[in-house]
């Protein structure tokens, strides 16, 4: 077995080596480290039907370090899921063969690439096979050793433990060697294996390039009970080409003399593995879609809730109708309100603990499995978890990302914890969607509707209770808005969004004091912006419009509404009012006259503009 | 001694329930856990002059759980630093004495109170004063056991151990319960104590409410040498205050009945700790600021020069001039260049490995200390660090960010490797600069520049090399522009900044070949954006003009310009380019023409909007 082992690997090292050789570019080095790893697994362990990815029965396999995608591809030919010819597309544009690993390709889960992610999203779909579905799945990570430095790797190890996940086996591929030289622990397996030890994982520790001790690791793996495992394979980088195996300065590159390096290695194979298949398609138990019809809560007209309480209320009722929605949060499910989510559906829950890294990957790893996944926690922190976010977009996954206490009108708390950079940071995310409602009515209809974007859908709410402004009978299309406050004759629109929208209400009201006519608008879908709203506003009111937002004074609802003006003709006098210096402490109406946001300053801005 | 630091405990009690009790809320119960471990260090070990905070030969102590807040002005209180009246001021508006910690007080170091910061940015202050400075200042930071579950600690204890840096002493406050409910280890001090073994600190398990015993453990931190110390003190969350103490639901409010609560820890004791001043203050040895005339590199014109190069060589040779700039870098050295100042200044370089947020902490941290760092990595993975770039912002710190392979014109490695919202979230930073310089001259003098700069200065540079296009005797002013082109009769403007810039050339001599006339900028500084120029571009070319970003359309170049517009006259219209899909594999040039952002794209852009 070993010696056909042996040659499969070498295959998948020619393979690598030749992809990348012709590319000119890519990892080889970083494949043939794994060559015996993925050999063995691809040949005895793996149970997938690669003419059928979406089998929810299939195992999973995530190269949480991406680069090495020239073996991922290699197995894929291995296989007999690509072809050679394939293979030589490999990097070229239009090529599903990408650089990293994408899920362009049909056998692949989640983009990977950013070191550090595969893992804890592996955590993710284990979660979901296991504690979800009790699917037979396993989940199998190859991981670098470079990545062991990031933190959210040491999320993944011990949520994956606390949770018990031994339907998972990461695979670290100690090969000793980074980018720019040696790791800090070159392959001192022990210390991994302490740490790991420490963080509840069964540790198996080998030399990943003995098929034999590699397949009997699989094996211990796979009857581990309880926890999850990890095997320590030790291996050389670039190993089966002496030029570059084990040095510095090969990594990232083709092979220096990449024809010749095929020939040591002994050319083609031309072996095809037998996959094994998996056992039966076990339904999914929980995930069977809409059953139902979602009755939203209701909301009084000019009581005060909070549109982050509107959110948990929302989110229970949506799970009571969606058997798919499950909610994950950051340990402050009691300030994010998904809490009465967590009493309603105890069992769809996850306590994330304060990890928000890992909490957006348990996220994407769900939405892997077929779940749909409502993230919480404050939007400040969802700043720690940005990569995650970024990289989700990459993977095209269909998440729901919502942050509460935005703001400098949180108050007391201090800036630390007010999110002012979110609607820029969440803007700029590929497929993204990025609401914030003023009231509960808006954010309970809203929340319904994130649960069918695709991408990323984000919402922010607030902290304070405000008023409730709309019906439920009301309907909120994404990409529209409101149009609170209108006349025949406005001379200035007041477009705010969340807790600034009732301020702009209260400055209309001023400046209708002052006989003056403004027209208020809830932006409550800051991307898309409802364009032809904010285009007529200024086209009936003379091009004044003042903009107010709780969030630094870039990136946010003031240039989502000056997007509406790249092509205009005629006056344009936009005051966009937001935090321009940081806040301190303070009452919330302090703060956020301190910022230039309030009541007074729509007011002050908008007679401004009138020349009044 | 017992007795008196036992008394201590309690004014540090009865003080930070009567702040929170006053202000209505507040962490007073987080407080209440460690209060003999704060009694019993700043008595007898904790070596800080309060009357000269900026003395190098403090000890630092930082409160990684920021939320403990009241407990440090307590503290504050107990040294004499700050008055009872003071104390009253907490929480409200205009008061030094914020929710979290900011270094608006000239005792706190860094902002803290996004959990999971403050250890690795202590770690960054030991660096400095250890291995920089030689310093004898001991660094003290007070952690929660919530906060244990953030990666980021685990990058902290990593890089600690590694660096060997035993002047660090982590004092972990295991209380026991999170906001919501218990940790994930509750009292299991064995395995926190485990893992931080495996994680090579020198560890000691104490009850954290026995004085004697906690006095013994700062010993023997101080003592121990080779390694970090950390201090597992088990403890009760609400302690000496039965209707709270070990309970949840007391999390982040004032104590009940807080009046009663100060009585049964039995009021006011008048205890003023006399502070142990540190010895000696030394020279710090390498900070000593600029120490000679910057002799940039300088490049010829029209040689392709990549900006990531002229980043390195304008770094190493900044390291000439000034003795207080200093480099850190995410193991990607080789790609950012930084490893050209690391050849330079070995001394002055730090490898903060695969942990981009250690790599922004231990930025941070040397600033606090006096030096200049410039932090390195690929803009995509700077994403990962972007809580730690918002809270350096709450910490007013000067730090320099660089990210390197911007864009979709990095071609074959794919998007997981390609920056395409950095300007974005950026520009959404407090204190920020953003700049993206488009050749060698304009980066070198660009980077100098930056080491002047208050806050947070980013610079994004590009992969590919590109035309040196103006002198080294060119001046870069921040805020400022370069118009490449332009004549007396110009039909269209064309901005770009980096990469795009020079499509915009290329645009601008076909569309000269065309008989169209158009001016090209050179919008180096994003933000701030010149916005005169930008304007003056407007009035002359009709309102026309053509942006083009290698970014996302939103919050990027396209955003800022706009911006600029915010109140006009007359016709607008803006095309703004930017990478609308996302990007695969290919060739650089295949990519920026698939993203429509090229100079083929740029000049039908400029044609439609002349009408050509």
């Given at each position: 077995?070993?010696?056909?082992?042996?040659?499969?690997?070498?295959?998948?090292?020619?393979?690598?080596?030749?992809?990348?050789?012709?590319?000119?570019?890519?990892?080889?080095?970083?494949?043939?480290?794994?060559?015996?790893?993925?050999?063995?697994?691809?040949?005895?362990?793996?149970?997938?039907?690669?003419?059928?990815?979406?089998?929810?029965?299939?195992?999973?396999?995530?190269?949480?370090?991406?680069?090495?995608?020239?073996?991922?591809?290699?197995?894929?030919?291995?296989?007999?899921?690509?072809?050679?010819?394939?293979?030589?597309?490999?990097?070229?544009?239009?090529?599903?063969?990408?650089?990293?690993?994408?899920?362009?390709?049909?056998?692949?889960?989640?983009?990977?690439?950013?070191?550090?992610?595969?893992?804890?999203?592996?955590?993710?779909?284990?979660?979901?096979?296991?504690?979800?579905?009790?699917?037979?799945?396993?989940?199998?990570?190859?991981?670098?050793?470079?990545?062991?430095?990031?933190?959210?790797?040491?999320?993944?190890?011990?949520?994956?433990?606390?949770?018990?996940?031994?339907?998972?086996?990461?695979?670290?591929?100690?090969?000793?060697?980074?980018?720019?030289?040696?790791?800090?622990?070159?392959?001192?397996?022990?210390?991994?294996?302490?740490?790991?030890?420490?963080?509840?994982?069964?540790?198996?520790?080998?030399?990943?390039?003995?098929?034999?001790?590699?397949?009997?690791?699989?094996?211990?793996?796979?009857?581990?009970?309880?926890?999850?495992?990890?095997?320590?394979?030790?291996?050389?980088?670039?190993?089966?080409?002496?030029?570059?195996?084990?040095?510095?300065?090969?990594?990232?590159?083709?092979?220096?003399?990449?024809?010749?390096?095929?020939?040591?290695?002994?050319?083609?194979?031309?072996?095809?593995?037998?996959?094994?298949?998996?056992?039966?398609?076990?339904?999914?138990?929980?995930?069977?879609?809409?059953?139902?019809?979602?009755?939203?809560?209701?909301?009084?007209?000019?009581?005060?809730?909070?549109?982050?309480?509107?959110?948990?209320?929302?989110?229970?009722?949506?799970?009571?109708?969606?058997?798919?929605?499950?909610?994950?949060?950051?340990?402050?499910?009691?300030?994010?309100?998904?809490?009465?989510?967590?009493?309603?559906?105890?069992?769809?829950?996850?306590?994330?603990?304060?990890?928000?890294?890992?909490?957006?990957?348990?996220?994407?790893?769900?939405?892997?499995?077929?779940?749909?996944?409502?993230?919480?926690?404050?939007?400040?922190?969802?700043?720690?978890?940005?990569?995650?976010?970024?990289?989700?977009?990459?993977?095209?996954?269909?998440?729901?990302?919502?942050?509460?206490?935005?703001?400098?009108?949180?108050?007391?708390?201090?800036?630390?914890?007010?999110?002012?950079?979110?609607?820029?940071?969440?803007?700029?995310?590929?497929?993204?969607?990025?609401?914030?409602?003023?009231?509960?009515?808006?954010?309970?209809?809203?929340?319904?509707?994130?649960?069918?974007?695709?991408?990323?859908?984000?919402?922010?709410?607030?902290?304070?209770?405000?008023?409730?402004?709309?019906?439920?009978?009301?309907?909120?299309?994404?990409?529209?808005?409101?149009?609170?406050?209108?006349?025949?004759?406005?001379?200035?629109?007041l477009?705010?969004?969340?807790?600034?929208?009732?301020e702009?209400?209260k400055a209309a009201d001023a400046l209708?004091?002052d006989?003056i006519?403004a027209?208020?608008?809830?932006?409550?879908?800051?991307?898309?912006?409802?364009?032809?709203?904010?285009?007529?506003?200024?086209?009936?009111?003379?091009?004044?419009?003042v903009?107010?937002?709780?969030?630094?004074?870039?990136?946010?609802?003031?240039?989502?509404?000056?997007?509406?003006?790249?092509?205009?003709?005629?006056?344009?006098?936009?005051?966009?009012?937001?935090?321009?210096?940081?806040?301190?402490?303070?009452?919330?109406?302090?703060?956020?006259?301190?910022?230039?946001?309030d009541a007074s300053a729509i007011a002050s801005a908008a007679r401004?503009?009138?020349?009044?």
């Amino acid at each position: 077995m070993s010696d056909s082992l042996h040659e499969l690997a070498q295959q998948l090292r020619v393979d690598a080596v030749r992809m990348s050789g012709r590319a000119g570019s890519g990892h080889p080095t970083s494949s043939m480290s794994a060559a015996e790893l993925l050999a063995v697994l691809i040949s005895n362990h793996l149970k997938y039907d690669w003419a059928d990815p979406d089998n929810p029965a299939n195992d999973h396999l995530i190269f949480s370090k991406g680069h090495a995608s020239p073996l991922l591809y290699a197995v894929y030919k291995a296989v007999g899921a690509v072809t050679d010819a394939e293979l030589e597309t490999y990097r070229q544009h239009n090529s599903l063969l990408e650089g990293h690993p994408t899920p362009r390709l049909p056998w692949v889960d989640v983009a990977t690439g950013s070191l550090g992610q595969g893992l804890p999203i592996a955590v993710g779909v284990a979660y979901g096979a296991k504690r979800f579905e009790g699917a037979p799945s396993r989940v199998w990570v190859l991981c670098g050793d470079s990545e062991m430095a990031e933190g959210s790797m040491w999320e993944a190890f011990e949520a994956a433990s606390f949770w018990g996940l031994d339907n998972l086996c990461a695979i670290v591929d100690v090969n000793r060697l980074g980018q720019s030289g040696a790791t800090r622990l070159g392959w001192d397996l022990g210390t991994y294996g302490a740490r790991l030890e420490a963080f509840g994982w069964h540790v198996i520790t080998v030399d990943g390039h003995d098929p034999a001790a590699v397949d009997a690791a699989y094996t211990e793996a796979a009857g581990t009970t309880g926890k999850p495992s990890v095997i320590l394979a030790k291996t050389k980088k670039g190993a089966g080409v002496p030029w570059v195996e084990d040095q510095d300065n090969a990594h990232g590159k083709a092979v220096e003399r990449w024809e010749e390096a095929i020939e040591h290695l002994g050319g083609d194979r031309g072996i095809a593995v037998t996959p094994i298949k998996p056992e039966g398609a076990p339904a999914r138990p929980l995930a069977g879609g809409v059953t139902g019809e979602v009755n939203l809560p209701t909301y009084e007209l000019g009581k005060e809730i909070a549109t982050r309480k509107a959110y948990g209320d929302a989110l229970a009722a949506l799970g009571h109708a969606r058997q798919d929605v499950v909610a994950v949060d950051g340990e402050v499910s009691n300030s994010t309100f998904s809490e009465i989510f967590r009493f309603a559906h105890p069992e769809r829950y996850i306590e994330c603990y304060i990890a928000e890294c890992q909490m957006i990957a348990t996220a994407v790893g769900l939405q892997v499995r077929g779940w749909r996944p409502f993230a919480s926690t404050f939007a400040a922190f969802l700043s720690r978890a940005y990569d995650f976010v970024r990289m989700a977009a990459v993977s095209r996954a269909d998440i729901c990302v919502v942050g509460s206490h935005a703001g400098s009108s949180i108050g007391e708390d201090g800036p630390s914890q007010m999110a002012l950079e979110d609607l820029a940071s969440f803007r700029a995310i590929y497929s993204s969607t990025v609401l914030y409602p003023s009231d509960a009515s808006s954010a309970a209809a809203l929340v319904a509707a994130m649960a069918d974007l695709k991408g990323i859908a984000y919402m922010r709410t607030t902290r304070a209770a405000t008023p409730v402004l709309y019906e439920a009978s009301d309907s909120f299309p994404i990409g529209g808005s409101k149009v609170v406050r209108r006349s025949d004759n406005d001379q200035v629109a007041l477009i705010g969004a969340g807790i600034t929208l009732h301020e702009a209400v209260k400055a209309a009201d001023a400046l209708a004091a002052d006989g003056i006519n403004a027209r208020v608008i809830d932006a409550y879908s800051v991307k898309p912006i409802d364009a032809d709203t904010v285009r007529q506003a200024a086209a009936d009111c003379g091009g004044r419009i003042v903009v107010s937002e709780d969030h630094w004074p870039q990136g946010g609802l003031g240039d989502a509404v000056l997007e509406c003006f790249a092509d205009h003709d005629g006056p344009l006098h936009v005051k966009a009012l937001g935090v321009a210096d940081m806040p301190t402490s303070g009452k919330p109406g302090e703060l956020i006259a301190a910022a230039g946001i309030d009541a007074s300053a729509i007011a002050s801005a908008a007679r401004a503009l009138v020349g009044a």
